[in-house]
């Protein structure tokens, strides 16, 4: 099996626009989590889509959105970017009960 | 709330000599806990977990971690180092022993590995 995909893998935005990563995870996996790691604050958990539905959400601000698509691929949004939200974005998907599996992730830089 | 903590942000070792990473624990549950390697600039890869079963569990690459509930440990240990384990890895704790798919991450233990 292919394992998690995200899209693009590298991103250089500025501060004010916004920006949507995508991830593709296993097939057959319908829960999608993402997360996101900063040299400073490490790995932190943004949310969490299973059927289309957010099921848990981290402790970040409204700028930070996303969506579970009836494929079970995920998009996740930061509006109005901030240099704090430079970043790399990880995206996992599972099997209800198992393991996380990890895709690459996407790297953010905002100028 | 629970939590992971590991003790060591580097270790650097020889090649052929032991590993050990040390991680502690706090949890209201019986944990579900895992170890994760990160290479540069690629994403995580389980190495192995622990979910109340076995209390050694083995993982891939030679890696093993033994869940001590009276330390409320679960360091990752690996007889001889490779060249290829340089990496980060991180000791990670389930919320809610696994109900949910909310990951706890520590802060990550760089290892260094010398020729």
């Known amino acids: 099996k292919a394992g998690v995909t995200q899209t693009p893998r590298y991103l250089i935005k500025t501060r004010g626009q916004q920006v949507t990563l995508s991830c593709s995870p296993i097939?057959?996996?319908?829960?999608v989590s993402w997360y996101q790691q900063t040299p400073g604050q490490g790995l932190q958990f943004l949310f969490e889509y299973f059927s289309e539905t957010q099921r848990n959400k981290g402790n970040f601000p409204g700028r930070f959105s996303g969506r579970q698509f009836s494929n079970s691929r995920s998009e996740m949004n930061v509006s109005t970017l901030e240099l704090g939200d430079s970043a790399l974005y990880l995206c996992a998907s599972k099997v209800s009960g198992e393991t996380q599996y990890f895709g690459p992730g996407t790297r953010l830089l905002v100028l | 709330a629970q939590s992971v903590t590991q003790l060591d942000s580097h270790v650097s070792v020889s090649e052929g000599t032991p590993v050990l990473l040390r991680c502690n624990y706090s949890?209201?549950?019986?944990?579900?806990l895992f170890w994760y390697v990160q290479h540069p600039n690629k994403g995580l890869q389980l190495l192995l977990k622990y979910t109340s079963a076995a209390t050694l569990v083995k993982g891939i690459n030679g890696f093993e971690a033994e869940f001590k509930k009276s330390e409320t440990s679960f360091h990752l240990t690996k007889p001889s180092a490779h060249m290829s384990d340089a990496a980060e890895y991180f000791c990670v704790v389930s919320e809610n022993g696994g109900a949910t798919n909310k990951l706890i991450f520590g802060t990550g233990t760089l290892l260094a590995v010398q020729p």
């Open positions: 097939s057959g996996h319908r829960s």
């Open positions: 949890s209201s549950y019986s944990p579900s």
